[in-house]
């Protein structure tokens, strides 16, 4: 804390000096060398507009290196070096600012001026910084303001003319950038005049441009001048202090790196599936002392490292899905801010390593649950040999987006072993695919732009034929044109209801619509559905226990609310009950719910 205060105080001591003799002087020349460069691309992608929170973050980053550290938490404000520091900040700005893919930020002035003093606030509860906004700003008053307080946001409201290089280019847009310093003493491309140095915020220049006020209407500039004040939170913070003990261990997120400063002892948090794990503590500086720890849930010690290395890791098999605890520490000497370190937990299902089709991991019908997508994941179907040729099979993905897009791809295996893509699946939707029994079938799960998820996989063969001779347990989704049973389903004997633990027989071979029914066939049977009925019932209200419920039209999964209350899934066929993952259309199934839930269907 007291080194923080010593580098304020000689920071406007400089600042001081440099006020004066720019205003002594008149003509004079001054810039700022330690201003990062960001490039608005590195964290919209595609989207445009975004100029307004990356020259804020680019002013704000400067002073991260100049007295106050908390502004780019987890270490350097180089975006190579820290990019979730530099991304967390640049987010907080496109938030504060209501940033807008391709129609940028709709805050201006002073609006803006107070959200970006919140952001600076939330980055550093200690800080107290002025930020004052100008328009049609003069050219003094731009020098008055970099010598004295550091860079500033620039704004052009306009047309106005810079110079990345020698060539003169136009910008006919507004765009906001980070204003460095500015000569109006020297010459450059030719030309002296007032210029003003600036980062434009573009990753096509690998170097400042410059602009010549005097080519711009003296009007057509605004700034966002920010002061510092307060006082600098310490050094060895980081956005998960004060994580030293067991009761304020903060939770993770798996199979992403975490940045933070090691100077103390830090505990976190974090749920992992059945599976392996892979903990990898890294450390920024030679001869450290790294102690990792992982724990139970209990808190008991499952496994303890220590190294005398930059990179310590544990290796575990986890058996039962669950939170855990891990702990790092660095007994290092010169416990200082450089102390940064970084923290990767890989977290692998128990279908690894089955990255490439040759490795696929061969599934039979059901549901599999609390997988991990790290990379490509692929399986390889095993087929039932009774398969016809109506048969159908059935897909399902199911995941959080959350935490990012996942991709299902079906593939069919030709005569000389090459793989062809059939179906693609993506948002928690499903394939239908009518197959051929003589080929073989594999899917592969990705991330959709690399990323990593946890997902379910459910997988069913429908045969055409879904009505068996002898008894079927079926549901009637819909409002029929007749309730007629002889004429919708034709071939059937007897008809039963099942009400309050009682078998009721259907009255004048009535069916109603939401009603399960115990059927009996002569034959097997194919139905057509009725593709323009109108479906009567969507969803149910499942008690603690066993539950009776319908299907829907269309093939689907059954999700509740809260999730996971399903414990099994059960439909009658050929004389007896066996498990299913995906529901049928005309099907009763018998459901054991774990508690009092609301159910519905993702259809496909």
Not at 128 to 155: A, C, E, H, W
Not at 583 to 600: D, H
């Amino acid at each position: 804390m007291f080194k923080n205060k010593i580098r304020i105080i000689l920071f406007h001591i400089i600042f001081a000096v440099i006020f004066i003799g720019i205003n002594n002087l008149s003509a004079s020349y001054f810039w700022w060398n330690d201003v990062p460069m960001y490039d608005q691309d590195w964290f919209n992608g595609q989207c445009s507009g975004d100029c307004t929170p990356t020259a804020l973050g680019m002013v704000l980053a400067w002073h991260d290196s100049n007295g106050w550290p908390s502004m780019v938490h987890n270490g350097s404000n180089s975006f190579e070096k820290n990019p979730s520091g530099v991304i967390e900040l640049i987010e907080n700005l496109s938030i504060a600012s209501d940033y807008s893919c391709n129609y940028g930020s709709s805050k201006k002035g002073t609006d803006l001026s107070i959200a970006v003093k919140n952001v600076i606030n939330k980055m550093d509860s200690k800080s107290d910084f002025q930020v004052n906004y100008i328009d049609g700003i003069l050219y003094n008053s731009l020098k008055n303001f970099i010598s004295s307080t550091g860079p500033l946001m620039l704004r052009s409201n306009g047309i106005i003319y810079y110079y990345p290089d020698s060539s003169k280019t136009v910008l006919k847009n507004n765009h906001d950038m980070a204003m460095i310093g500015f000569d109006d003493e020297n010459e450059y491309f030719g030309i002296k005049t007032r210029w003003m140095k600036v980062n434009m915020g573009w990753g096509d220049y690998s170097s400042p441009s410059w602009i010549d006020y005097d080519d711009n209407s003296s009007g057509n500039f605004s700034v966002f001048a920010i002061t510092p004040g307060g006082t600098p939170s310490d050094d060895d913070d980081d956005k998960y202090e004060d994580n030293d003990y067991f009761e304020h261990a903060q939770l993770l997120q798996n199979n992403v790196n975490q940045y933070f400063i090691c100077n103390d002892i830090d505990f976190f948090k974090i749920y992992l599936y059945k599976g392996s794990i892979k903990i990898n503590f890294l450390i920024n500086k030679t001869n450290p002392v790294l102690n990792l720890s992982f724990y139970s849930e209990n808190k008991e010690v499952l496994e303890k490292n220590t190294l005398l290395e930059n990179i310590n890791y544990i290796e575990y098999t986890i058996s039962q899905s669950g939170y855990y605890y891990l702990s790092t520490s660095n007994e290092s000497n010169n416990v200082t801010s450089s102390n940064h370190c970084s923290l990767s937990i890989i977290n692998e299902d128990n279908f690894e390593e089955n990255n490439t089709s040759e490795k696929a991991f061969i599934i039979s019908q059901g549901k599999y649950s609390n997988l991990i997508c790290n990379d490509n994941d692929w399986y390889k179907l095993n087929l039932d040999d009774s398969l016809g040729s109506d048969d159908k099979l059935l897909l399902f993905l199911e995941f959080d987006s959350n935490y990012g897009e996942l991709l299902a791809e079906l593939y069919e295996s030709n005569s000389n072993g090459s793989l062809i893509t059939l179906n693609k699946s993506a948002s928690n939707s499903g394939i239908v695919h009518q197959i051929d029994s003589d080929k073989e079938y594999y899917i592969k799960i990705s991330g959709n732009n690399y990323a990593k998820n946890y997902y379910n996989l459910y997988y069913s063969l429908s045969k055409e034929v879904i009505i068996n001779k002898g008894w079927n347990l079926l549901s009637i989704p819909c409002n029929y044109n007749t309730q007629d049973l002889n004429e919708l389903l034709s071939d059937a004997n007897y008809a039963y209801s099942f009400k309050n633990g009682k078998y009721i027989k259907v009255e004048n071979n009535k069916l109603k619509p939401d009603n399960f029914y115990w059927i009996f066939f002569s034959k097997d049977k194919k139905i057509a559905l009725n593709v323009n009925s109108t479906i009567s019932k969507h969803g149910y209200y499942l008690e603690n226990g066993w539950n009776l419920i319908g299907a829907s039209l269309k093939h689907a999964i059954p999700v509740t609310d809260p999730e996971d209350c399903i414990i099994n899934t059960y439909e009658y066929k050929n004389g007896k009950y066996a498990e299913v993952s995906i529901l049928s259309p005309l099907k009763a199934y018998w459901v054991e719910s774990s508690k009092k839930c609301s159910m519905n269907f993702h259809e496909f």
